[in-house]
């Protein structure tokens, strides 16, 4: 099966020290699974996991200058 028929997304997760993480994937829990991969427990425990935005590719130049 093609991964084009499973749509994927990018989201901005909010963090405590006010910057934003750029996470890709189907849900927003997928997009978070996928960042735990990449992360350290730690860097994970600075994401608020409920606080995300969801944007398209042609809106992320808007936001890299807040991206953590």
């Given amino acids: 099966m093609s991964s084009f028929s499973n ?4 989201y901005l ?4 020290n006010g910057k934003q993480k750029l996470a890709y994937g189907q849900s927003p829990e997928d997009a ?3 960042l735990s ?10 994401i ?4 995300y935005e969801k944007i398209s590719q042609r809106e992320l130049q808007q ?3 807040r991206l953590g």
Avoid: G, Q
């Fill in 7 to 10: 749509p994927h997304y990018m």
């Fill in 13 to 16: 997760f909010e963090m405590r």
């Fill in 32 to 34: 978070l699974d996928i």
């Fill in 37 to 46: 991969v990449r992360l350290s427990d730690e860097e994970m425990a600075e």
């Fill in 48 to 51: 608020y996991f409920d606080k």
């Fill in 63 to 65: 936001h890299v200058h």
